[in-house]
Nanobody, 115 residues
Framework: QVQLVESGGGVVQAGGSLKLSCVASQLTFTNYGLGWFRQAAGKERELVARIAFTTSKIYADSVKGRFTISRDNARNTLYLQMNNLRPEDTAVYVC?????????WGKGTLVTVSS
């Protein structure tokens, strides 16, 4: 079965950086839309960043200028570089791959930003 596995989460101080990775198995990233979502305690899941198969990118206003989404199709890996982290960024980060009607989600990796 298709699997998406995130890694790179952890605990950092405000102003620090982390880089998240999402590796896919039984799936080739080419022509898939990819994205990162997050869900904080007591909050709804929200889109953080998205990168289309064309490499077109969008970001949530709250992370623009701080986060960068990228993909390496040869390695079936999605990345999220997070800089200048804030306590408000604390959440479980989940990757998603979409192709047509097919939709796959990872299990998530926890990011905690201390103040």
């Amino acid at each position: 079965q298709v699997q998406l596995v995130e890694s790179g989460g952890g605990v950092v101080q405000a102003g620090g950086s982390l880089k998240l990775s999402c590796v896919a198995s039984q799936l080739t990233f080419t022509n898939y839309g990819l994205g990162w979502f997050r869900q904080a305690a007591g909050k709804e899941r929200e889109l953080v960043a998205r990168i289309a198969f064309t490499t077109s990118k969008i970001y949530a206003d709250s992370v623009k200028g701080r986060f960068t989404i990228s993909r390496d199709n040869a390695r079936n890996t999605l990345y999220l570089q997070m800089n200048n982290l804030r306590p408000e960024d604390t959440a479980v980060y989940v990757c998603k791959a979409t192709r047509g009607s097919m939709e796959y989600w990872g299990k998530g990796t926890l990011v905690t930003v201390s103040s």
